[in-house]
């Protein structure tokens, strides 16, 4: 079964929100964000880009460990 054409519009919306609120929390943490995607950001942490969903708060990057949370990504780079 599909999603109805007003739930995405919506998840469109939301995710649209999350990404530009956690592009402002990461800048004002001194990261940069490398790339957006229509569901992610790219960012560089230590040398190793991740890629932070949104939507479900998860993050994933080759040499870190995955989680979820903008706080547990944050604490990556300390």
Known sequence: ???SQEWKARRDWVIQARKDRASQILRSNDID???ET?????????????????FTG???GKGIT???GLKNLLA???
Do not use: D
């Open 1 to 3: 079964m599909s999603r």
């Open 66 to 68: 995955s989680g979820k």
């Open 33 to 35: 964000v490398l790339s």
């Open 76 to 78: 990556l780079k300390k």
């Open 58 to 60: 998860g993050f994933t």
């Open 38 to 54: 229509k569901y992610s950001l790219v960012v560089r942490i230590n040398c190793h880009t991740v890629e932070y969903f949104p």
